[in-house]
């Protein structure tokens, strides 16, 4: 089993379930409470990604964000180098990837919160800020960790994005889902299959432990 | 700020209800159209290649391609459906893959592989058509840069050294033989060590060839044939890597047993053993084989 690739996935996961959680967090709270009404371009926006196809996303990212187009060399003059190959790269690609996954169960967390509450807490005199941290986000903690542990597990399960813009570079772009790609390619059936078996228990553990730890989580994400 | 606490009620309500309306009702159209236009083009494509297969002596072949054949393979087909009136179906895709697919049960006629390993193989599984290997052509590999680059190709792999090389696209050495072809190239110049890390690594041979075309990789190396090719012959300068260097890419072509349509499998891989078409393969940079013992 490729334990470099493993522990690659597991640190790419975990810095945009992270990145989700702190940067998700407002997006969502703006789409639960904003009055705006042209609102349903943003949300159709943020759930962009569960329709296009990862292809879409791989093809922007190599040629449009390549050295040859002008969003590429603007990237460049100030990166030093362009986002494909590189963990960086596939850090973007996967926090715009997992975006729906974070912000939607956020935002029906935050939709579950009783209004009344909310405004009471303002009524008292607590800051806008106060009451989220205190009122809002207590009562939507199932929201808050369903999007994240989704986000992080739909990072983990990430494959077409990787395989068009990673390069396949061993400890930087080459992830699990990558590495039992390859193996499989090259007919090393039995390293595919442990690996493969190894995902599979671990995305069933990680997904039972969530479900069976927190029922409202469930049944914040089926009312999407 | 609203204080009357009897009318908060409602107005939450609705904003509630109403918050993801928008989304619903645009995921609900997407839906329909998608099933209205996917439902007729679906059913149109099966009667047409119905009918036409009906019309034609030798009906649909199946062909996977090694990446490396994807343009020469585009004119053979093109003559090939000219001559006889055949329709064929072309997969091009790194040949590792194609061999995983053809041994679980992936319904292809005839296989052409990058490697001759992989015909071999599966005649020895008894996948394919005992005896029906065959060396099509012998592949070569190049240095290829963008005309914008400023390396000085002429130095050879040497200038991978560089240091404004930040990135070289080979095809991956795990499957796809013209990776194994790369990297056995820059292990005998001596510069893998020293460029190891700048690799990066296409899932096939043309996967590797857009990582540099679209310039993400300053250099990359490339099958001669990609790089005569019409797609990439503008685009770019190529250095033939002295052959002295790696062992020349062995290609295999073979008939699949479990094929629907073995007359025009055999019917295919006749017309490619022609003289004309050696000649097209070779104008592509493959050079001529001769017959493969069996």
Redesign the interface.
Known sequence: MNWQAIALSLRLATCVAGILLIAGMPIAYWI?FS?WRW??LV??IV?LPI?LPPTVLGYYI??GL???NLP?KLWQSWFG??L??TFGGLLVASVLYSLPFAVQPFSAGF?SVD??LI?AS??LGTSRLGTFFRVILPLSAAGAITGTVLSFAHTIGEFGVV?MVG???PGVTRTVSIDIY?Q????NYDVANRTALALLVFSFLVLSVIYGTNRTALSLWRR? | MNSGGGNVEPIHKTLAVSLFRPALVATGIALALAVLLAAPAGTMAYHNLASEAAQKPCGVVTIAAAADLMYAMNEIVANFEKATGCILRVSTGSSGNFLSQIENGAPFDVFFSADIEYPRKLETEGLAVTGSTYLYAVGKIVLWVRNDSRLDIGRGVAVLRDSSVHKVAIANPQHAPYGRAAEQALQKAGVYDAIKARLVLGENISQAAEFVESGNADAGILALSLALSPELKEKGRFWRIPEDLYTPIQQGVVLIRASQNPQGARAFLEYVKTPAMAALLERYGFVLPGKVKP
Do not use: C, S, Y
Not at chain 1, 184 to 187: F, M
């Open positions: 639960t009055r609102k349903f949300e159709a759930a329709v190599l040629v390549g050295p040859q590429g180098h362009t494909p190959f939709e209004r009344r405004e303002w009524m395989l390069g396949n570079i390859d499989v390619q090259a007919a999407r």
